[in-house]
T-cell receptor, first 110, second 117 residues
């Protein structure tokens, strides 16, 4: 069974708006990562947050982690049409091997 | 650097045929992985290799075999393809593994789209 589950499954917004995606996981983790996948391509790593961190920023990306709720969120600020992609969370527990969720499909309309 | 490369990009097989998907990485990574991606299912781990000479089963290993030929190459073999194996296959690599690193950013190849008729 998969560890992480993203919500919503699909998100459609206008350019310039913020996009928020959530991820829930079931067991304790060492770290959680977010990946992006453009249509027909492989996944690309965006950001990693460790279990002892609560928030992390990278450019227009902001990731939060709430270990008490076993959840994480990815915020993309001032979205662009080029942000259109699927976004996956991947959590790692005792093993270094991440378990991926089903993804959120984001469409940003110009 | 090419990163992670996969061949072929596309393949159509008939039920019962066999084939090998090739993967190579030039980042000197310890660990390599094979995933399959199906609509609405996200990525599921088929097999992984923590280091040269070792392989382990993932979540969905049935119907597949792997070989870690050397540190660079990790192949996935379908001995007798079935329609249920129609999927997009991704190879990935990471520095973590027996190195003991706790972080594990993975680098993905472009994928192989396999259709089994």
């Amino acid at each position: 069974s998969q560890q992480g589950e993203e919500d919503p499954q699909a998100l459609s917004i206008q350019e310039g708006e913020n996009a928020t995606m959530n991820c829930s996981y079931k067991t304790s983790i060492n770290n959680l990562q977010w990946y992006r996948q453009n249509s027909g391509r492989g996944l690309v790593h965006l950001i990693l947050i460790r279990s002892n961190e609560r928030e992390k920023h990278s450019g227009r990306l902001r990731v939060t982690l709430d270990t008490s709720k076993k959840s994480s969120s990815l915020l993309i600020t001032a979205s662009r049409a080029a942000d259109t992609a699927s976004y996956f969370c991947a959590s790692s527990g005792g093993s270094y091997i991440p378990t991926f969720g089903r993804g959120t499909s984001l469409i940003v309309h110009p | 650097n090419a990163g992670v490369t996969q061949t072929p990009k596309f393949q159509v097989l008939k039920t019962g045929q066999s084939m090998t998907l090739q993967c190579a990485q030039d980042m000197n990574h310890n660990s390599m992985y094979w995933y399959r991606q199906d609509p609405g299912m996200g990525l599921r781990l088929i097999y992984y290799s923590a280091s040269e000479g070792t392989t382990d089963k993932g979540e969905v290993p049935n119907g597949y075999n792997v070989s870690r030929l050397n540190k660079r190459e990790f192949s996935l073999r379908l001995e007798s393809a079935a329609p249920s194996q129609t999927s997009v296959y991704f190879c990935a690599s990471s520095e973590a593994g027996l190195s003991g690193l706790s972080y594990n950013e993975q680098f993905f190849g472009p994928g192989t789209r396999l259709t089994v008729l």
